[in-house]
């Protein structure tokens, strides 16, 4: 188990108990997290899961793929901080990580 936290759009913070090896996306899903939404299940073919990490986990998480960085380009509000919550995998090494909301997914 990992501890994920979730920054809300209104500042509020969600910690939660995370599966080593589910998605970010996945936990955000089942914890009801607010915009994050997951629609392709994690195929990477939706962007509805993107998400701002942390500027202290942003350099611990495996560089993006280049389609991953494509989805993000059509995201809603992308910035440095951008991945999909989809390709973000729990881990020991992510016990921890903190993730904000994007205002919106479309
Ligand atoms: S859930 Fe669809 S791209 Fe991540």
Redesign the pocket.
Known sequence: MAKVTFIQLNGDTVMVDAEFGQSV?EVAVNEGIENII????????????HCYVDKDWLNKLDSPSELELA?LEGSVEPNQFSR???QIRVSNALDGLIVSVPSAQF
């Not at 997951?38 to 899961?49: A, L, P, V």
């Open positions: 996306m997951g629609e392709c299940g994690g195929t990477m073919s939706c962007g509805t899961c989805i999909l919550s989809c």
